[in-house]
């Protein structure tokens, strides 16, 4: 698996919705959902409609198999609600073409993104970097990293650290002002 980063120019991340929304409404959607979450894309795809409807989005982690409450944000909901609004409330939020009522696949989520980062000058991007670009910009914000750990159910500080390469950006600002 390739690493990938978060995005960490919020103009580059504007740069991407607005491609998206150009291009595709589902696949605008997929971006949204996942810079304005703290899920994986595993956890992402099998959200229906009615998954929605509330305040808050109850799951459990594919990877770690933890219940998960999520608020879904204001901006978040204020995207969403046209989104939605066709939609049966069985409908999957990210369906494929193919198939009655599936959702798209991981790869394809992949290649969404991986496209659309490519279309808009971004390199080592996929569908990880929404959920780091999350975290990123979350800890930017609030400096709070013991909760951006709670949020991502990491085992330590140092772990989201370096997941959402707070660390590396430290080491080159470090590297970079470096002088005798």
């Known amino acids: ?14 740069e991407m919705k607005s491609y998206l929304k150009r291009t595709n ?17 595993s956890d992402m795809l099998p959200i229906k409609k009615k ?8 799951l459990v982690e ?11 944000s204001p901006k978040l909901r204020k995207e969403l609600k046209p989104f939605i609004a066709d939609l049966d409330d069985d409908d999957y939020l990210f369906k494929s073409r193919k198939g009655v009522n599936k959702p798209i696949s991981r790869t394809t989520a992949y290649r969404v993104i991986r496209a659309a980062g490519e279309e808009c000058g971004l390199s080592r991007i996929g569908t990880h970097s929404m959920r780091k670009t ?17 949020l991502y159910s990491h085992s330590s ?10 660390n590396q950006d430290i080491m080159d600002k ?7």
């Not at 998954?51 to 109850?58: A, I």
């Not at 500080?157 to 707070?166: A, D, L, P």
């Open 134 to 150: 999350f975290g990123y910009h979350f800890y930017e914000r609030t400096k709070n990293i013991a909760l951006l750990q709670e």
């Open 157 to 166: 500080e140092e772990v989201t650290k370096r997941y959402i390469g707070i």
């Open 62 to 72: 594919k990877k770690t198999l933890k219940k998960k409450e999520i608020l879904i």
């Open 1 to 14: 698996m390739k690493f990938v980063e978060p995005i960490r120019d919020i103009e580059k991340i504007e």
């Open 25 to 41: 409404a589902r696949n605008h959607m997929l971006f949204v959902f996942g810079i304005y979450s703290t899920l994986r894309i």
């Open 174 to 180: 470090a590297i970079r002002n470096f002088d005798y």
């Open 51 to 58: 998954d929605v409807l509330g305040e808050r989005l109850l």
